[in-house]
């Protein structure tokens, strides 16, 4: 009778135990579900990447607007004048069939009578700007080829030209003559295309060699990396002649599809200046428009385009 009493107590401590033990374990499953019951349920994963780019469109990130002053700060253009120059960098840019070769002057249709003026060795302090003004006075629009050292001594000239609307090109950096490897001619044309972007934000594609030498290795390096290496077809010889001689040269190899070579910087360009605003004047009594070399090439590609439509 005795065994029996204590085997029940001990039955009786472990069904005690038992219940003891899943009270626990109901406590501790039930509470941290009510727990989170008074929470908001998190969105998934989608919803969150949503959420949050439509709070960013919603709400720009004050570092886009520090992004934006900074370039500008840099460049040194506001919005509106960097908006222009996008459209430059359209205006800029050259065929796809004429970059990687050389071009003297375009071949355009009889009954199209245009021609590119175009100025070289700048930018340059006071001559630049002189003929700024006569262009835009005029209402024309030029092809300028700057020495990199050049822009970097007159970033603020270079940026004058670019907001104007004028097509910018490469004339490498110091603007010598001798022999160079391909080394040698990345460094001169790489530099200034890179500086030319960076001070206006234009990509160039267009390369006139220092002289028009074609044989001492920029103009392959040129063509190599697909740019146009623009030559002329009409020399002002500004840099050795008189005012009037300069004007009768180019008057007299003026031709529709030409380019014409005069200066803006290397030196004393007074003389140019002087004799532009009759150039223009001239050439206009003898029906010309100006326009850019890319213009210029525009205008032959579409010609071109024509011949074959109607050869087919």
Aim: proline share 5%; glycine share 8%.
């Amino acid at each position: 009778m005795a065994n029996i009493k204590r085997l029940w107590r001990r039955r009786k401590k472990l069904i005690v135990a038992f219940i003891a033990a899943a009270g626990s374990f109901l406590v501790g499953v039930t509470l941290p579900v009510n727990l989170r019951a008074d929470r908001p349920e998190a969105p998934p994963p989608a919803q969150v990447v949503a959420v949050s780019q439509l709070q960013s469109i919603q709400n720009p990130s004050p570092k886009v607007g520090k992004v934006q002053q900074a370039i500008e700060q840099r460049v040194g253009f506001s919005q509106q004048a960097l908006d222009r120059l996008q459209e430059n960098r359209f205006d800029s840019a050259l065929p796809s069939q004429f970059r990687g070769t050389t071009l003297r002057q375009a071949t355009l249709d009889s009954q199209q009578k245009a021609i590119a003026l175009t100025f070289d060795d700048g930018p340059w302090p006071r001559t630049t700007e002189q003929i700024l003004d006569i262009l835009k006075k005029n209402n024309i629009k030029a092809t300028f080829f700057w020495v990199g050292r050049y822009l970097q001594a007159y970033p603020e000239l270079g940026k004058k030209v670019a907001e104007a609307g004028h097509a910018i090109g490469n004339h490498t950096w110091n603007h010598q003559y001798h022999r160079y490897n391909d080394s040698g001619a990345a460094r001169e044309i790489d530099r200034t295309t890179a500086l030319i972007e960076e001070v206006t934000g234009v990509k160039t594609f267009m390369f006139r060699p220092p002289g028009g030498i074609l044989t001492n290795g920029l103009a392959s390096y040129a063509q190599k990396k697909d740019y146009g290496v623009i030559m002329w077809s009409a020399d002002s010889l500004d840099w050795r002649t008189s005012t009037q001689s300069l004007m009768d040269n180019v008057i007299r190899q003026a031709n529709s599809g030409g380019i014409v070579l005069m200066h803006d910087g290397g030196g004393n360009r007074a003389r140019t200046v002087q004799a532009l605003p009759d150039i223009i004047a001239r050439l206009r009594k003898e029906g010309y428009k100006f326009v850019t070399v890319p213009e210029l090439l525009k205008m032959e590609e579409r010609h071109l385009k024509q011949q074959e439509t109607a050869q087919r």
